[in-house]
């Protein structure tokens, strides 16, 4: 349920990226993403502690991240990866996880 309207405020109002009119996504973009999303979005649990303990909706997690308060990687990594898809990256964007053992 993101728009590219709501791509493009997140761009600006999150992300700092001061104009997104001409935006097209090459690698160069890509990675100008990437960069931003590390620097301006934060990682935390926080948010685990303050709600019920089940996963958080979709409008929870786009409401998280458009006001840029940020969450765990589950919530972070799934916005990205909509908002990738929302942009013009998709629709071959894929979420992966991973278990450590030991």
């Given at each position: ?15 700092r ?6 935006f ?78 030991g």
């Amino acid at each position: 349920n993101l728009s590219y309207e709501d791509a493009e405020k997140f761009l600006r109002d999150v992300l700092r990226w001061p104009d997104t009119k001409d935006f097209r996504p090459s690698r160069a973009t890509l990675d100008s993403l990437i960069v931003s999303m590390l620097e301006c979005v934060p990682f935390h649990n926080l948010t685990l502690l303050t709600r019920e303990r089940r996963p958080p909706t979709m409008d929870e997690i786009k409401q998280d991240m458009m006001s840029g308060i940020g969450g765990p990687c589950s919530v972070v990594n799934s916005f990205f990866a909509t908002l990738l898809d929302v942009l013009g990256f998709g629709p071959n964007v894929y979420l992966l996880s991973c278990e450590i053992n030991g």
